[in-house]
Protein backbone atom coordinates (compact mmCIF):
# COMPACT_ATOMS: atom_id res chain seq x y z
CA UNK A 1 0.00 0.00 0.00
CA UNK A 2 1.25 3.58 -0.86
CA UNK A 3 1.38 6.18 1.17
CA UNK A 4 1.67 9.90 0.56
CA UNK A 5 1.31 12.52 2.97
CA UNK A 6 1.53 15.83 2.20
CA UNK A 7 2.90 18.77 4.47
CA UNK A 8 3.49 22.63 4.53
CA UNK A 9 0.59 24.26 3.15
CA UNK A 10 -0.86 27.71 5.06
CA UNK A 11 -1.71 31.06 4.78
CA UNK A 12 0.37 33.36 3.62
CA UNK A 13 0.88 37.12 1.65
CA UNK A 14 0.51 37.61 -1.89
CA UNK A 15 3.94 37.56 -2.70
CA UNK A 16 4.89 34.98 -0.42
CA UNK A 17 6.59 31.94 -0.63
CA UNK A 18 5.62 28.47 0.83
CA UNK A 19 7.38 25.13 0.20
CA UNK A 20 5.02 21.70 0.21
CA UNK A 21 6.59 18.53 0.93
CA UNK A 22 5.25 15.23 0.34
CA UNK A 23 6.34 12.63 1.86
CA UNK A 24 5.92 8.74 0.45
CA UNK A 25 5.93 5.05 1.80
CA UNK A 26 5.01 1.52 0.79
CA UNK A 27 6.77 1.52 -2.50
CA UNK A 28 10.14 2.02 -4.11
CA UNK A 29 10.08 5.71 -4.28
CA UNK A 30 12.69 6.65 -6.66
CA UNK A 31 11.49 4.56 -9.30
CA UNK A 32 8.38 6.63 -9.69
CA UNK A 33 7.77 10.17 -11.28
CA UNK A 34 5.26 11.68 -8.91
CA UNK A 35 3.10 14.83 -9.88
CA UNK A 36 1.44 18.08 -7.86
CA UNK A 37 -2.06 19.21 -8.47
CA UNK A 38 -4.31 21.74 -6.45
CA UNK A 39 -7.96 22.23 -6.49
CA UNK A 40 -9.73 25.36 -5.64
CA UNK A 41 -13.60 25.23 -4.20
CA UNK A 42 -15.71 24.52 -6.99
CA UNK A 43 -13.25 24.15 -9.89
CA UNK A 44 -11.56 20.66 -10.93
CA UNK A 45 -8.52 19.29 -9.71
CA UNK A 46 -5.87 21.38 -12.08
CA UNK A 47 -2.02 20.01 -12.86
CA UNK A 48 0.20 22.02 -11.16
CA UNK A 49 3.28 19.96 -12.18
CA UNK A 50 5.52 17.00 -12.20
CA UNK A 51 8.88 15.02 -11.39
CA UNK A 52 10.88 12.35 -13.48
CA UNK A 53 12.30 9.45 -11.18
CA UNK A 54 15.47 10.69 -11.30
CA UNK A 55 14.43 14.71 -10.53
CA UNK A 56 16.36 14.90 -13.71
CA UNK A 57 13.35 16.21 -15.67
CA UNK A 58 10.27 18.39 -14.43
CA UNK A 59 7.23 19.65 -15.93
CA UNK A 60 4.81 22.62 -15.04
CA UNK A 61 1.60 23.93 -15.84
CA UNK A 62 1.77 27.59 -17.35
CA UNK A 63 -0.03 29.14 -14.45
CA UNK A 64 3.24 28.47 -12.20
CA UNK A 65 5.88 28.19 -14.59
CA UNK A 66 8.69 30.56 -13.35
CA UNK A 67 7.67 30.49 -9.91
CA UNK A 68 6.72 26.89 -8.64
CA UNK A 69 9.76 24.46 -8.74
CA UNK A 70 9.37 20.98 -7.89
CA UNK A 71 12.28 18.78 -6.58
CA UNK A 72 12.79 15.65 -5.06
CA UNK A 73 14.94 13.91 -2.60
CA UNK A 74 14.58 9.95 -3.12
CA UNK A 75 16.88 9.20 -0.13
CA UNK A 76 14.24 10.87 2.30
CA UNK A 77 11.24 9.32 -0.16
CA UNK A 78 9.83 12.91 -0.07
CA UNK A 79 9.14 15.50 -3.26
CA UNK A 80 8.73 19.30 -2.70
CA UNK A 81 6.80 21.92 -4.11
CA UNK A 82 8.69 25.70 -3.69
CA UNK A 83 5.79 28.16 -4.22
CA UNK A 84 7.49 31.85 -5.08
CA UNK A 85 5.51 34.82 -5.84
CA UNK A 86 2.55 33.41 -4.73
CA UNK A 87 -0.96 35.06 -5.64
CA UNK A 88 -4.60 34.89 -4.56
CA UNK A 89 -5.18 32.57 -7.46
CA UNK A 90 -3.18 29.87 -6.35
CA UNK A 91 -5.37 29.58 -3.28
CA UNK A 92 -6.10 25.74 -3.44
CA UNK A 93 -5.73 22.28 -1.73
CA UNK A 94 -2.48 21.53 -3.08
CA UNK A 95 -2.21 16.92 -3.80
CA UNK A 96 0.72 14.82 -4.81
CA UNK A 97 0.16 11.70 -6.84
CA UNK A 98 1.99 8.92 -8.25
CA UNK A 99 0.76 6.04 -10.36
CA UNK A 100 1.55 2.13 -10.71
CA UNK A 101 2.39 2.53 -13.95
CA UNK A 102 4.60 4.92 -16.26
CA UNK A 103 3.81 8.44 -16.56
CA UNK A 104 4.40 10.24 -19.64
CA UNK A 105 4.73 13.91 -21.17
CA UNK A 106 1.30 12.85 -22.98
CA UNK A 107 -0.59 12.04 -19.27
CA UNK A 108 1.49 13.73 -16.57
CA UNK A 109 -1.55 16.28 -16.14
CA UNK A 110 -4.94 13.82 -16.45
CA UNK A 111 -5.75 13.03 -12.86
CA UNK A 112 -7.07 9.36 -13.82
CA UNK A 113 -3.22 8.56 -14.45
CA UNK A 114 -2.69 8.72 -11.29
CA UNK A 115 -3.25 5.65 -8.82
CA UNK A 116 -2.14 7.19 -5.19
CA UNK A 117 -3.14 10.04 -3.90
CA UNK A 118 -2.16 12.32 -0.46
CA UNK A 119 -4.53 13.85 1.75
CA UNK A 120 -3.53 17.06 0.44
CA UNK A 121 -2.92 20.35 2.75
CA UNK A 122 -4.56 23.72 2.13
CA UNK A 123 -2.99 26.72 1.04
CA UNK A 124 -4.32 30.21 1.00
CA UNK A 125 -3.01 33.39 -0.29
CA UNK A 126 -4.20 36.41 0.88
CA UNK A 127 -4.21 39.67 -1.51
Known amino acids: QVQLVESGGGLVQAGGSLRLSCAAS????????MGWFRQAPGKEREFVGA????????YYADSVKGRFTISRDNAKNTVYLRMNSLKPEDTAVYYC????????????????????WGQGTQVTVSS
Open 26 to 33: GRTFSSYA
Open 51 to 58: ISWSGGNT
Open 97 to 116: ATSLGIITTQTMGVPLAYDY
